[in-house]
C-alpha cells in the first residue's frame, strides 16, 4: 500500500465511522479496493482514484492518497461535475482538457487543476450506480498514453467496475451472511430452551448455552461430540434418516455417574438435497415444562402465615411449630376438623420453604372417583386406557417436581392406592398407569385429614407404614370453638372482604350480634363462618351488622343456648336453696327416722321424695 498508510486508515476510521450504518458497499471492502488502486496505477504507470456513491475517496494511487475519507467536487450530488454526473447519468466520461473544462472539478473554476485528462465509469450494482473509478493523467507522457488507447481502457473500465461491484456484492452476502447467524447467535441465546444442531453424521455443531446448563457440561465439551455419546439410544438420529421431524415428545436419558436427565425434545430436519443436512434439537427440562403448565392454569391465591389470623395460645403454638419445619424437605401431616384451614397452613408451609418458587400442587383425594384417582395423582402413558390421551397425561406428583404436592383429605384414599403411594415416597419416583420406567419427582409432601387416622389404622382402614411415613411431622389445627377469642378478628377480616366483593358499606357490627358470634359452637369451624358473614353483609340493609341479619340457623342455636344457661342458672339457684333449708331441718330434728318423718310432714312431701332430695343434694349422711 502506498505512502501515509496508517494516515488514512486513521483517517477513515474518524471520518467514515460517524455514518454509521449509512457506510457505503465500497467502503467495505475498501483495503482490497485501495490494493486494486495501487495495482493499476503501477502497471499502467497513471493515477487511479475511485469514489463512491457519496463522493468520498475510498481508493487512490499516490496523489490521492491524501484524499482518502474526504470528498470529491465538495461532495455536492447535484452538480454538473464530472463525478457527479457519471453517478447521475451512468455514463462513461472521457475529458481530453480538465484545465479549460468548467464542468471538470471546482479546481479546473479557481484554475488550479493539476490533471491534464481523465476516463472514468461508473460502478454499477443492480442497476445502481455505487461508485465511480477513474484514470488521470498528471504528465504529457500519461495523457498521450490515456487518449490513444481510450477505448481499450474504456473496455477495461467496464470489465473493472463490473469486478468492484461482484466484490461489493459478495461482500454485502457475506455481511448479511455474518449479521443473520450474530442474529440467530442471539436468538439462540436468548430462549429458554436447549438449543443443539447436528450435522447429516449427528455431530454436534451448535450449543447454546442453556443447553449446555441443562446437560450440565461445558460448551466446548459438546461442541464436536456425537449427540449419541450425549443421549444414548436418542430417537433424534432417526429423524437424519427419515427427515420427519417430531415434536414435544418426552424422553428419559441416564448418564453414568450423573443424574436421570428428563427433557420435552422437539427436532426438526435441515432440508438437503436427497436427505437432511442435519437437525434442530430444542429441548426443556420437563420440571419448567411442568412449571409452566401449572403457571398457567393455578389461580389459588398465596397464603404465608401472616395470613392466619389468630392470637390465642394455641393457634399461635401450631404456627410458631409450622414455621419451625417449613425449611425443612420432611412430610407435614395436618389433623383437624373440616374447615379449619389445613390447606391454609400447607400453603404458609410452601411459601416459607425453599420451594417457595416451585409449584403448589393441591389434589382432594375424596373429591375424585376412585377410577380416576390414579391417573391423576401419578399420570398415564398414551393408550393406557379407553379415552387416554395417546400422548399421555403427567399426573400431579409429576407437576409438584420441584415444589410441593398437597393431599388433602387422605384418609379418603383407598388401599391399594395407598401401597403406591407409599412407594413413591419411599423413591421419590412415579410410575405412570400403563407404563414401566420410574419418572424421578423432587417434591415435598404435605397430607391433611379430618378423620382418626390412628383408628382407622386399628381397624386395617388405613396402612401403617403409609401412617407412619406421613406422621413425621404431625400439626393438630384446634377448631374455633376451643379459640373463641379469635372469633372477632376473623369476623373483621370476613366482613371486610365480602363488603368489598358485593360493593356494600357497613361500618360496624352491633355487640349482640358479635355475641352471637363468639357463643355460637361453629361445627363448620372457619369456613362456616366465612359463609355466616358472607350471608350476614348480603341480608344487611344499614351499615349496621345487627342479629336479625346473622342466619336463623345460628340466632336460633344461640338464643337456644341462653335460654339453657337462664334454665341451669335456675335450677342451681334452687338446689342452693332447697339444700339449705333440708340442712337446717335437720340441725332441728335430726336425722334419725323419726326426725326424718317429721320433716317430710312439715314440708308437705313424702318421706320418699324427702330421701331422694336429701341423696341429690348430699345430704343423706347427715
Not at 498521450?144 to 481499450?152: G, I, P, T, Y
Not at 324427702?610 to 341429690?616: A, D, F, G, H, T
Amino acid at each position: 500500500m502506498a505512502l501515509g498508510e496508517e494516515y488514512y486508515k486513521a483517517l477513515i476510521m474518524n471520518r467514515v465511522n460517524g455514518r454509521g450504518n449509512a457506510m457505503s458497499g465500497l467502503m467495505h471492502i475498501q483495503t482490497m479496493v485501495q490494493d486494486l488502486a495501487e495495482a493499476i496505477a503501477a502497471a499502467l504507470s497513471i493515477e487511479v482514484e475511485i469514489v463512491d456513491e457519496e463522493l468520498t475517496v475510498i481508493a487512490g494511487s499516490s496523489c490521492y492518497a491524501h484524499k482518502i475519507g474526504l470528498k470529491e467536487e465538495l461532495g455536492q450530488l447535484d452538480s454538473n461535475f464530472l463525478y457527479a454526473r457519471t453517478l447521475r447519468s451512468k455514463k462513461s466520461f472521457v475529458v481530453s482538457d480538465p484545465v479549460s473544462d468548467p464542468n471538470y472539478d471546482p479546481s479546473s473554476l479557481e484554475g488550479t487543476t493539476p490533471e491534464l485528462a481523465e476516463i472514468c465509469s461508473p460502478i454499477t450494482l443492480d442497476d445502481k450506480v455505487i461508485g465511480v473509478i477513474g484514470l488521470v493523467a498528471f504528465t504529457m507522457e500519461q495523457k498521450e498514453q490515456l487518449l490513444s488507447r481510450m477505448d481499450a481502457i474504456l473496455s477495461f473500465l467496464k470489465h473493472l467496475s463490473r469486478f468492484l461491484a461482484a466484490k461489493v456484492s459478495e461482500s454485502e452476502a457475506v455481511e448479511r451472511l455474518t449479521r443473520l447467524s450474530k442474529e440467530l447467535t442471539t436468538i439462540l441465546e436468548t430462549i429458554h430452551e436447549g438449543a443443539l444442531a447436528i450435522d447429516a453424521n449427528g455431530v454436534v455443531t451448535h450449543c447454546n448455552t442453556t443447553a449446555g446448563m441443562l446437560l450440565n457440561l461445558d460448551r466446548s465439551l459438546i461442541v464436536g461430540r456425537k449427540l449419541a455419546d450425549l443421549w444414548v439410544n436418542t430417537p433424534a438420529l432417526d429423524v437424519l434418516k427419515s427427515g420427519k421431524e417430531y415434536i414435544e415428545k418426552e424422553e428419559i436419558y441416564k448418564t453414568k455417574g450423573r443424574r436421570s436427565m428428563h427433557f420435552i425434545v422437539s427436532v426438526r430436519p435441515i432440508a438437503g438435497i436427497d436427505k437432511p443436512d442435519g437437525a434442530v434439537v430444542s429441548f426443556r427440562d420437563i420440571s419448567e415444562a411442568r412449571r409452566l403448565i401449572y403457571d398457567l392454569s393455578s389461580t389459588a391465591m398465596e397464603y404465608t402465615f401472616d395470613d392466619i389470623i389468630g392470637q390465642c395460645e394455641v393457634i399461635q403454638q401450631v404456627k410458631k411449630q409450622a414455621l419451625r419445619v417449613a425449611g425443612g424437605n420432611s412430610t407435614v401431616l395436618i389433623t383437624g376438623e373440616s374447615g379449619t384451614g389445613k390447606e391454609i397452613f400447607a400453603r404458609a408451609i410452601h411459601k416459607a420453604s425453599s420451594r417457595e418458587k416451585g409449584p403448589f400442587i393441591s389434589i382432594n383425594c375424596g373429591a375424585i372417583p376412585e377410577a380416576l384417582l390414579e391417573s391423576e395423582l401419578f399420570g398415564y402413558e398414551g393408550g393406557a386406557f379407553t379415552g387416554a390421551k395417546k400422548e399421555g397425561k403427567s399426573g400431579k406428583f409429576e407437576l409438584a417436581d420441584g415444589g410441593t404436592i398437597f393431599l388433602d383429605e387422605i384418609g379418603e384414599m383407598p388401599l391399594h392406592l395407598q401401597v403406591k403411594l407409599l412407594h413413591v415416597l419411599q423413591d421419590m419416583a412415579v410410575e405412570r398407569v400403563g407404563g414401566s420406567k420410574k419418572i424421578p419427582v423432587n417434591v415435598r409432601v404435605i397430607a391433611a385429614s379430618n378423620r382418626d387416622l390412628e383408628l382407622m389404622m386399628q381397624e386395617g382402614n388405613f396402612r401403617k407404614d403409609l401412617y407412619f411415613r406421613l406422621n413425621v411431622i404431625p400439626l393438630r389445627i384446634p377448631p374455633l370453638k376451643d379459640r373463641r377469642e379469635d372469633v372477632p378478628a376473623l369476623v373483621e377480616r370476613c366482613l371486610k372482604k365480602y363488603t368489598s366483593i358485593l360493593d356494600k358499606q357497613i361500618d360496624s357490627i352491633e355487640n349482640e350480634a358479635m355475641e352471637c358470634f363468639v357463643h355460637y359452637n361453629w361445627p363448620g369451624n372457619v369456613r362456616e363462618l366465612e359463609n355466616a358473614v358472607e350471608y350476614a353483609v348480603n341480608m344487611a340493609d344499614s351499615t349496621v351488622l345487627v342479629t336479625g341479619n346473622l342466619p336463623p340457623r345460628i340466632q336460633k342455636v344461640v338464643r337456644d343456648q341462653n335460654e339453657q344457661h337462664l334454665n341451669d342458672s335456675l335450677k342451681h339457684r334452687l338446689g342452693n336453696y332447697e339444700r339449705q333449708v333440708l340442712k337446717e331441718f335437720l340441725d332441728i330434728y335430726s336425722s334419725s327416722y323419726e326426725g326424718k318423718q317429721i320433716i317430710a310432714e312439715k314440708l308437705g312431701i313424702s318421706r320418699a321424695t324427702l330421701y331422694r332430695k336429701l341423696s341429690e343434694l348430699g345430704l343423706s349422711s347427715k
